[in-house]
């Protein structure tokens, strides 16, 4: 068993390796990226709302996210 799970994990950490190697990282340029900046807004649009705070209570709204 425990040759499996140590098998497992070489695999995923091989998985994994390949995968952050074949993407790179970049911060978002408001500007440079307008179109792809804004589809994100548009996707987590609710999330972003103000709360509600009849809808929360007895949580205490986030007025601000």
Do not use: H
């Not at 140590?6 to 990282?25: E, P, W």
């Not at 179109?35 to 994100?40: C, D, E, K, V």
């Amino acid at each position: 068993m425990a040759s499996i799970l140590a098998m497992a994990a070489c695999t995923s950490g091989a998985a994994q390796n390949a995968t952050i190697k074949s993407n790179k990282f970049r911060w978002l340029d408001a500007l440079k990226d307008a179109a792809l900046f804004g589809q994100i807004k548009a996707a987590f649009v609710d999330e972003l709302k103000a709360d509600d705070p009849e809808k929360v209570k007895p949580v205490e709204p986030q007025l601000y996210k």
